[in-house]
């Protein structure tokens, strides 16, 4: 089956920094979605992006689909952006099926 | 933007203990899933409905069980709960011209 990697694991940054996730993917996909897990386990969708770029906010993000990446950008950080951020992808036509990532546990220090 | 419902949110319950997760949504989305999360893990897929009365087993065999009797519920089943089953499951939906998922807000399931 597909395989999705992100990176890095683990981010540890102090409040107003940016950052850059990563997410790598082994084949073709039509669907790309970025999470945020907050600490109560909620899935927050971000963004729903199988290929271009889109901004909301502070938050923006881009998949090159034809090199099988996409990369989520956070600018400014503040403490509730901590949690982990899951980049997750489809490419059965038909029943959308979502692979998931291992994550990026994000922690921004006050 | 989906509103999706799980219900009930943490349940902690003895071996042996049948035990069914609600899952509901109210925007008429036709298809339904259900993924198991371990803590700190990633999301695993279990089970997914194209519609009523269409359930299949997705890419992690579970144990558990599933109906779509209407458009809206999308409940599982467990016939005898183990210690195994200890995770955190969560139910999701996506409507059919969008691949979109939306995703409730998770159970929490504790097996002594």
């Known amino acids: 089956g597909i395989q999705v990697e992100q990176s890095p694991p683990d981010l540890i940054l102090q409040e107003g920094a940016n950052s850059t996730l990563r997410c790598n993917f082994s084949?073709?996909?039509?669907?790309l979605q970025w999470f945020h897990q907050n600490p109560w386990g909620q899935l927050i969708n971000l963004f729903y992006?199988?290929?271009g770029t889109k901004q909301n906010g502070r938050l923006s993000a881009t998949t090159v689909a034809t090199e099988r990446y996409s990369l989520l950008y956070i600018s400014s950080s503040q403490t509730t952006d901590s949690g982990v951020y899951f980049c997750?992808?489809?490419?059965?036509?038909?029943?959308?099926?979502?692979?998931f990532g291992t994550g990026t546990r994000l922690t921004i220090i006050p | 933007e989906a509103d999706i419902y799980q219900t009930p949110r943490y349940l902690v319950i003895g071996t042996g203990k049948k035990i069914t997760l609600e899952c509901s949504q109210t925007?008429?989305?036709?298809?339904m899933y259900w993924y198991q999360q371990d803590p700190g893990m990633e999301l695993h897929l279990i089970h997914y409905?194209?519609?009523?009365?269409?359930?299949e087993k997705g890419d992690l065999s579970s144990e558990s069980t599933v109906s779509r009797i209407r458009t809206e519920h999308f409940p599982l089943t467990l016939e005898s709960a183990r210690p195994s089953h200890t995770s955190q499951y969560l139910c999701?939906?996506?409507?059919?011209?969008?691949?979109?998922?939306?995703f409730g807000p998770g159970t929490r399931l504790t097996v002594l």
């Open positions: 999701a939906s996506s409507e059919g011209a969008s691949r979109e998922q939306f």
């Open positions: 084949d073709s996909v039509n669907n």
């Open positions: 992006i199988p290929s």
């Open positions: 997750a992808v489809g490419f059965n036509f038909g029943n959308e099926k979502l692979t």
């Open positions: 925007m008429g989305h036709d298809k």
């Open positions: 409905s194209y519609g009523v009365n269409s359930t």
